[in-house]
Nanobody, 114 residues
């Protein structure tokens, strides 16, 4: 079992920044991939950024150059630095992990006002 807990969401004005954190615990040595997803009201959940199994990073086109995914293995924590936020970034952001099976956090709300 792997547990994922997100934090760092909130309300920010357009152009502002937020840093999301995802603390993972449990059988973390079984994790083969980590990523961030988001879901806006009325929309499907979409991939925002992730670490691939080879260790490289991937981003959805709409956040390239503005968001950065990173991780601190010593702290078992993954981050999403979000800069130049736009109202269309408003969503619930979820941490995702694959460790034999798929795991999700409960999500953290990000609201960007115009």
């Amino acid at each position: 079992q792997v547990q994922l807990v997100e934090s760092g969401g909130g309300l920010v004005q357009a152009g502002g920044s937020l840093r999301l954190s995802c603390a993972f615990s449990g059988r973390t040595f079984t994790i083969v991939s980590l990523g961030w997803y988001r879901q806006a009201p009325g929309n499907q959940r979409e991939l925002v950024a992730r670490f691939t199994t080879s260790g490289s990073t991937e981003y959805v086109d709409s956040v390239k150059g503005r968001f950065t995914i990173s991780r601190d293995n010593a702290k078992d924590t993954m981050y999403l630095q979000m800069n130049s936020l736009k109202p269309e970034d408003t969503a619930v952001y979820y941490c995702n992990a694959w460790a034999i099976t798929e795991y999700w956090g409960h999500g953290t709300q990000v609201t960007v006002s115009s």
